[in-house]
């Protein structure tokens, strides 16, 4: 069984930083790709970044140039590297991970909070 998990998150003063982790744990899985979405109160979640099992990236416009995603493959974890942050950053950032064991899966960690004050 495939798990997710994120950690990372908390309460930071805008022009600040922040680092996500997310790892998955289990055995006989392979990862297409793992990336961050996050949902803000009242609002859809939305896709972050994106980190493709080659290493390829992919940001939203609102987070380029300021969040970073990296991951360790020896590890199964992922990370994302917050700076500059806004208080519209403020979101439930949730870890996505597509992979496949002997079919395809999609999992969603539990979200970690993220609040950034003014």
């Known amino acids: 069984q495939v798990q997710v998990v994120e950690s990372g998150g908390g309460l930071v003063q805008a022009g600040g930083s922040l680092r996500l982790s997310c790892a998955v744990s289990?055995?006989?899985?392979?990862?297409?790709?793992m990336g961050w979405y996050r949902q803000a109160p009242g609002k859809q979640r939305e896709w972050v970044a994106v980190?493709?099992?080659?290493?390829?990236?992919n940001y939203a416009a609102s987070v380029k140039e300021r969040f970073s995603i990296s991951r360790d493959t020896a590890k199964n974890m992922v990370y994302l590297q917050m700076t500059s942050l806004k208080p519209e950053d403020t979101a439930v950032y949730y870890c996505?991970?597509?992979?496949?064991?002997?079919?395809?899966?999609?999992?969603w960690g539990q979200g970690t909070l993220v609040t950034v004050s003014s």
């Open positions: 996505n991970v597509q992979g496949t064991t002997t079919k395809r899966f999609e999992l």
């Open positions: 289990g055995t006989g899985f392979f990862i297409n790709a």
């Open positions: 980190i493709t099992h080659d290493g390829n990236t």
